[in-house]
């Protein structure tokens, strides 16, 4: 089929505002019409305009020959003229450009800050957090059919057991091999009213060019997201919600959203029913941009949860928040595609990331506070998809220095009458006697 040629001019987004035929991505806008109507001076002739959708650079890896005419992070616009041969793999697509593509910067202002929700922040833990992305990047690989997959399946599993959530394990079908989901859940509050809230992120990695021996430790895709669904269930086991909070992670997400399909192709009627909202996270560590930034990837079924995000960062967070509606390559979208509200949240300028799907995708290159901030919206919007029914039980406040020598326990230091450092200990239901340290102080 012959394309109509088709005259574009890229200027800033403000610019453009009202014109028929334009995109948006980010602060600038690309304007196209007809042939023989006039753009301005600028403007150029093109055999048409694709959007291309991808997963870090893997079509500009790809085809390094094509020159964008307009890109933002995972967004390209290409001429037709270099349009590839295939229209989509497993780590990119390409579509026409449709008037009205949006990949928004949207001004939100920030909400009163909620003391609720500053508290279940407080929770948020680096360590904990690093140290469960560690262990998931210390491993070989995690390749959907490996043994070292299930491993990691293994340790996320002790893990929400310990947390106090109810775990399965349901098989997935990845061509000829076999992978696996895990499913934590813990149920809300609310009887028979409680709807479901998922978070979720894929577990496993790759390695395109090492194929599946290869060295994958897949730091940022997607130990990054993996450890982040632990540690938001972690600070949710600490309070009573309403709704249920349902942990999942997925296998066989590199070979093609393997693990989501099906989870969502089994979910009975009544099941998808309940399901408030989705919030999916690939890529949450590595910082590409001057300013800590982070895109929200839905669609029309997922708008009011991406305001609830968007609200979340400028309250919360420094982020710089970006949306689009235009959801790929991740497991959102089989959510998305039966009618769910689901979201991706996922580092801004992620095609700057050069070091995915390869053996380098390491820890050294990740930003542990864009991780960080990233969780405090994701938390704080997730409060409120859950619905707290009861506060944090209050513990006495001591009079003294306070430190912590482990999790869930307070220790408090004074100096007595006879000039000696005494210690008392909070475990967690008691304060234990005051004992001495031996020291004395001058």
């Excluded at 809230?197 to 290869?214: K, R």
């Excluded at 919007?381 to 619905?387: K, S």
Aim: hydrophobic share 45%; aromatic share 6%; glycine share 8%.
């Amino acid at each position: 089929m012959t394309t109509s040629p088709v005259r574009y001019l890229v200027v800033p987004a403000l610019e453009a505002a009202d014109a028929p035929h334009a995109a948006r991505l980010g602060d600038r806008t690309i304007v196209w019409t007809a042939a023989g109507e006039k753009l301005g001076r600028a403007s150029r002739t093109a055999p048409g305009l694709l959007l291309v959708t991808q997963v870090g650079r893997t079509f500009q890896d790809e085809y390094p020959e094509v020159v964008p005419l307009l890109e933002h992070g995972r967004h390209l616009v290409i001429s037709a003229a270099d349009k590839p041969r295939r229209r989509n793999n497993n780590c990119w697509r390409v579509e026409t450009l449709r008037p009205g593509t949006l990949v928004d910067v949207p001004p939100m202002p920030a909400h009163r800050v909620d003391p609720e929700v500053d508290a279940l922040l407080d929770l948020l833990s680096p360590t904990s957090y690093q140290a469960d992305l560690t262990w998931f990047a210390n491993l070989p690989t995690r390749h959907s059919t490996s043994t070292s997959f299930k491993t990691a399946v293994d340790f996320a599993a002790a893990r929400m057991v310990a947390m106090g959530y109810g775990v399965s394990r349901t098989p997935v079908t990845v061509g000829a091999g076999r992978s696996e989901n895990l499913i934590g859940d813990r149920p809300g509050s609310a009887g028979a009213l409680r709807g479901v809230v998922l978070i979720t992120a894929h577990l496993d990695s790759i390695n395109l060019a090492g194929g599946a021996s290869g060295l994958a430790p897949g730091a940022d895709d997607n130990a990054s997201g993996s450890a982040g669904v632990l540690e938001l269930g972690r600070i949710l086991a600490a309070r009573t919600w309403q709704h249920d909070v349902r942990l999942i992670l997925f296998g066989g997400e590199e070979q093609g959203l393997h693990g989501s399909k099906q989870y969502v192709a089994a979910l009975p009627t009544a099941e998808r029913a309940r399901i408030r909202a989705v919030l999916n996270m690939d890529m949450i560590a590595s910082k590409n941009t001057s300013v800590p930034t982070v895109l929200l990837e839905g669609a029309n079924v997922s708008t009011s949860q991406m305001a609830d995000l968007t609200v979340a960062a400028a309250t919360y967070t420094s982020l710089k928040v970006e949306t689009s509606l235009n959801p790929f390559a991740s497991d959102h979208v089989p959510f998305i595609n039966a009618g769910i509200p689901a979201l991706l949240t996922i580092e801004g300028a992620d095609s700057a990331n050069g070091h995915i799907h390869t053996a380098n995708d390491t820890l050294n290159f990740l930003d542990w506070s864009l991780a960080a901030e990233i969780l405090r919206m994701n938390a704080a919007a997730l409060a409120g998809w859950l619905g707290l029914l009861t506060a944090p039980v209050t513990r006495p406040r001591p009079a003294g220095s306070v430190v912590s020598w482990g999790p869930g326990r307070l220790d408090v230091f004074v100096v007595g009458t006879d000039r000696a450092l005494h210690h008392k200990a909070w475990d967690g239901t008691e304060w234990k006697d005051f004992e001495s340290l031996g020291g004395v102080l001058s």
